[in-house]
């Protein structure tokens, strides 16, 4: 069981990325309606949020360094901040404003950042071989740093995940796979694009442990991330997690989301994975109803700030496009 | 020369393994991945003899896994290694372009300049040998078109070594094509301008700088790779008959030396343009295009180009032969633009 400030602390970058994922909603919006325009706004193109998978992000960074490499997918913002990566600076770049991380050339799914080490593609599967690349590096390096690869349960059916989990196993890398299973691949179920119930037990298939977390539980997450990262940074090898975890929201903002009842995903925020837990941290007197407040307040005044610099942030000067093509 | 008696003859394989191993030993994070790349030393030769020099640490032989691993030298080069990957035959692509176009080329760029991805994916191109659709193609120009990666196609010995190390050096990703026809391989047709000489010591050849292979006065013949070899013969033949050919080798695609281009054209005012490529939408029309914009006003002809059918490569010999340029049908065409 983690102690009580790693609980507090895990509670804290899921509120955090929770909130600001929430403010983008709005910020998305705007200038979107009556009739949605993708182009339109503040913050154009596909937005695509992680609302109710924040245990997977938080459980696992919990145990990371700024120098351990991340690399994250399409939906990458729990990550990314629970990873460290700088707030403001994410959300110019999502506002794409010159003070972004990529100074506005690569938006809310290009993400990058040396330190932390931070990446993300999104092409679906295809940012996992990366993380086995960074392993690769370090252990050449004689660095004890690791990586982690997130990704979700479609890209499991993708063959960039059998050829980086063999050639991590194959070469002993410390590489810890985290699937996040929010049961849906845009429109498609699970159960309709994977033949078996649980994408640990692909695991079995490289001689690598395997361990499936049912609950959404970040405490469950902490404690399965704790024991790849170990084994990752003592050079055994590496692991593959599974997290049945919940998309609150749409694929993408704008997604009506036919594919699922309005029961659904009331369903869904019946069983919110950070009221649940904040539910147990009271319980438990690690964190009262007051600490609590306290901290959803201090996150919403952060988030606040980043929207604000992003806003504030001048925009790059159109000629730049043309820039940072090659080194 | 005067010392021609000293110098040194290479293969360009040789060249090539010989600018690894020495860019192996100068910088500790120089590493080759790939397939056959060990014992087998690369099926064209460009690793041979390293495995046994410098370990399986450094030159590492995959698994058929081009995706994994040319993904796994993106990660590395990220993080500070400066990988060099190879692509078996640039055919192979389909399997893996992914992680060349849409990682490998965009990171730096989408990062903002603020990641970097210093590495070399070497791979073999050509035809001329029979081996059919999925293993003779000349795909540089596919690439070319994408932007975020360099584009080296060396013709020489010398060129190969001298590129070889610019690429490892270079802290942008450098596709290195090599021609299985230029290698000097004792298994492939005979090739006397495959060997050349190649001094020991490391040095440099630009990226992004073509080079005057042969000095003339009446046409230009602007080419790439093996087709610089064919051209070269075209250039002896037509010297034969009066006409005096100079051949410019491009050596890089991007970028590209378009004042190496537009200066030769306004000397010859007459430009051919020969590319084992593709015909269409590629090499071929791109060096068209910078003569048509930078030296429209100078050409006395309208430039013309010998390239490959927008066919897939057949298999039977005449047939194949029919759709490669070669250095009669270069002649003809570089003697066509002249009117001899």
Known sequence: MPDDAVLREMHRQMVRSRIFEETLVGVYMEGKTPAFDIAAGPVPGEMHLSSGQEPVAAGVCAHLRPTDAVTATHRPHHQALAHGVDMKKMAAEIFGKETGLGHGKGGHMHLFSKEPAFGCSGIVGEGIPTAVGHA????????????????????????????????????????????????????????????????????????????????????????????????????????LIEVKTDRLLGHFQGDAQAYRTAEQIAELEDRDAIRTYEARLAESGVLSEEQAAEVWASCRAEVEEAIAFARSSPAPAPEAALEHVFA | MTTATTERLLTTSRAIAEAIGQEIERDEHVFVMGEDIGIYGGIFGATEGLLAKYGPERIMDTP??????????????????????????????????????????????????????????????????????????????????????????????????????????????????????????????????????????????????????????????????????????????????????????????????????????????????????????????????????EAFDYLDAPPARLAYPDVPVPYSRPLEQFCLPNADTIAAAAGALVGR
């Open chain 2, 64 to 293: 058929i896994s081009e995706t994994g691993f040319i993904g796994a030298a993106v990660g590395a080069a990220v993080s500070g290694m400066r990988p060099i990957a190879e692509l078996m035959f640039v055919d192979f692509f389909g399997v893996c372009m992914d992680q060349i176009y849409n990682h490998m080329a965009k990171i730096h760029y989408e990062s903002g300049g603020n990641v970097t991805v210093p590495m070399v994916l070497t791979t073999a191109i050509g035809g001329g040998y029979g081996d059919a659709a999925q293993h003779s193609q000349t795909l540089y120009g596919t690439f070319a078109h994408l932007p975020g990666m360099k584009i080296v196609v060396p013709s020489t010995p010398y060129d190969a070594k001298g590129l070889m190390i610019s690429a490892i050096r270079d802290d942008s990703p450098v596709l290195y094509f090599f021609h299985k026809g230029v290698m000097g391989l004792g298994w492939m047709t005979p090739n006397p301008r495959a060997t050349g000489p190649v001094p020991e010591e490391p040095y440099t050849v630009p990226i992004g700088k073509a080079d005057v292979k042969r000095q003339g006065t009446d046409v230009t013949i602007v080419t790439i790779s093996l087709m610089v070899h064919r051209a070269l013969d075209a250039a002896d033949a037509l010297a034969a008959r009066g006409v005096e050919a100079e051949v410019i080798d491009l050596r890089s695609l991007v970028p590209l030396d378009r004042e190496a281009i537009a200066e030769s054209v306004r000397k010859t005012r007459r430009l051919l343009v020969v590319d084992e490529d593709y015909r269409s939408f590629g090499v071929s029309a791109e060096v068209m295009a910078v003569a048509v914009e």
């Open chain 1, 136 to 239: 690769l590096a370090f252990k050449k390096m004689g660095r004890d740093d690791i990586a982690v690869a997130f990704f979700g349960e479609g890209a499991a059916n993708q063959g960039a995940f059998h050829e980086s989990l063999n050639l991590a196993a194959l070469w002993g890398l410390g590489v810890v796979f985290v699937c996040e299973d929010n049961a849906w691949a845009i429109s498609v179920a699970k159960e309709k694009a994977t033949a078996i119930a649980n994408n640990s037990d692909r695991a079995a298939a490289y001689g690598i442990p395997g361990v499936l977390i049912p609950d959404n539980d970040p405490v469950a997450v902490y404690e399965a991330a704790g024991e790849a990262v170990a084994r990752a940074r003592r050079g055994a090898g590496p692991s």
